[in-house]
């Protein structure tokens, strides 16, 4: 079983959907079970953000900015030549209330102002996942949108670094996603988002939705984790600003770590720590050139991260 995850510019489109849920398609007919765990479209979560700090600032303008996100979605859909379904209605109804109760934390302080403004912000993933299932239904695959929240925390209170149970999580998702998999189907699940402790909803932290496809995958038991985004993988550098950089074939656990942590745009730098605690390679590709090389990380005899459980 694999687990494929998508950045943002990988499903930002129809074009970029179609593509996507092409490679999927790939890895199925290769013989693959596969589950899917999605980002929001490239841009989504910077606009909802905006949209929250409207409501917190009282200005006006935040209702026309939702809007925006909604006819993006909308605009996918009829792109896919599909009518939305019920549900999306549903979603984005709900997305505009929750909107409007972000003026309940106008007195607060900022540090929650920015939890509840992230946690707002997750409305992307939710959104995104059925326009995805969808173009994987045009490509013949029997693919099914899970819009809840795929990740527990173990924490019950909101904290700036959450800490996610891969446990907790597996007892969630297995109910949830196993039957389709059983008979050949592909979940679809959004990144980014968690409930913690307490059963409330919240996030990752930004770009967190490969840590979320990592977390899922050690949930599930997958074989390997495909992240696919617009690079093929790590440069020796930063391919756009140098063009020698070279693309790095192979690397271990600690050193995508230690590459993430001095802030690389590469991957969230905790991607690795469950994939190095439960031994699960890691496969960089590029969802514009998805046969090119690409960077793999797999386990090597080294120290894992056994905290994490
Ligand atoms: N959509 C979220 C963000 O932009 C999560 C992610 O992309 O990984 O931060
Ligand atoms: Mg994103």
Redesign the pocket.
């Known amino acids: 079983m694999l687990v494929i995850k998508f950045?943002?510019t990988s499903v930002a489109q129809a074009a970029r959907l179609r593509a996507a849920a092409e490679i999927v398609a790939g890895h199925v007919r290769g013989g693959a079970t596969v589950t899917v765990v999605v980002?929001?479209m490239?841009g989504?979560?910077?606009a909802l953000l905006a949209v929250a700090d409207g409501v917190l600032a009282d200005t006006s303008d935040w209702r026309d900015q939702l809007r925006l996100v909604v006819d993006r979605h909308a605009t996918t859909y009829a792109e896919l030549a599909t009518d939305p379904p019920l549900r999306f209605a549903v979603l984005c109804a709900q997305m505009e209330a929750d909107a409007a109760t972000l003026r309940l934390f106008r007195a607060t302080d900022v540090a929650r102002q920015r939890l509840e403004a992230a946690r707002f912000?997750?409305w992307?993933?939710r959104l995104i996942v059925d326009l995805f299932a969808t173009a994987a239904r045009e490509m013949g695959l029997t693919a099914q949108a899970f819009d809840e929240a795929p990740i527990l925390l173990r924490d019950g209170t909101p904290t700036e670094v959450p800490e996610p149970s891969v446990l907790a999580t597996r007892a969630l998702l297995v109910p949830r996603v196993m039957p389709l998999m059983y008979r050949g189907g592909v979940p679809v699940l959004p990144?980014?988002i968690a409930l913690d402790g307490l059963g409330q909803p919240t996030?990752?932290?930004?770009?967190?939705?490969?840590?979320?496809a990592a977390i899922i995958a050690a949930a599930l038991g997958a074989e390997a984790l495909y992240i696919y985004s617009d690079v093929p993988g790590i440069y020796t550098a930063d391919p756009k600003l140098h063009p020698e950089a070279a693309l790095l074939p192979q690397l271990s656990y600690a050193e995508v770590r230690a590459i993430a942590a001095t802030g690389a745009k590469v991957v969230?730098p905790r991607t690795v720590e469950p994939l190095a605690r439960w031994h699960i390679p890691l496969h960089l590709r590029s969802s514009f050139a998805p046969t090119a090389p690409g960077t793999d990380v797999v386990p090597l005899a080294e120290p894992t991260f056994e905290s994490v459980s």
Request: glycine share 28%.
């Open positions: 950045g943002g980002s929001a490239a989504v979560t910077n912000s997750g992307g993933e990144g980014y996030t990752l932290g930004r770009n967190g939705s490969d840590y979320s969230h």
